[in-house]
């Protein structure tokens, strides 16, 4: 399991979608969990007890999607117990997430980059939840201080 951890725009899914297709196996975007504009911390929860959990103790794992247009939980979706699994977003690098994968990435990239790339990616969608997203991670990069819990640290200009 790689865990793939960094603000947003700093790269992550593109990071993700690159390891995924050299490496194969499963990808899993945090974006497709996280349950609203305010779910960073719920997302996490969802995932580390719904997949990281099981698929270390040899298990299957599953998520529910988030969509985010009717704002509710979404259908299934089955995690093999198996194989490569790829997990990017933000504040998915935790201690218990660390001691439940195999390898764990950290991207770091300076604020102006990163939200260039987010809000030319997202535009509009985006825009009015930046502050409120950012406070989240601020809250994530106080709490536990994912580069440093990283086995691999890539720096994004």
Known sequence: ???????????????????TAR?????????SVYPGWDGLDAG????????????????AGRWHRWDWDRHRTAEAHDVPAEGTLVVEGSGILTPESRALSDVQVWLESPAISR?????????????PHWERWAA???AHLRAHDPAALASVVIVVP
């Open 1 to 19: 399991m790689i865990l793939i951890d960094g603000r947003s725009g700093a790269g992550k899914s593109t990071l993700a979608r690159i390891v």
């Open 23 to 31: 490496r194969g196996g499963e990808l899993l975007a945090l974006d």
């Open 44 to 59: 996490v929860r969802l995932v580390t007890d719904g997949v990281l959990r099981p698929r270390k103790a040899g298990r």
């Open 115 to 127: 939200r260039r790339r987010a809000l030319d990616r997202d535009g509009d969608v985006y825009r």
């Open 136 to 138: 989240q991670e601020e």
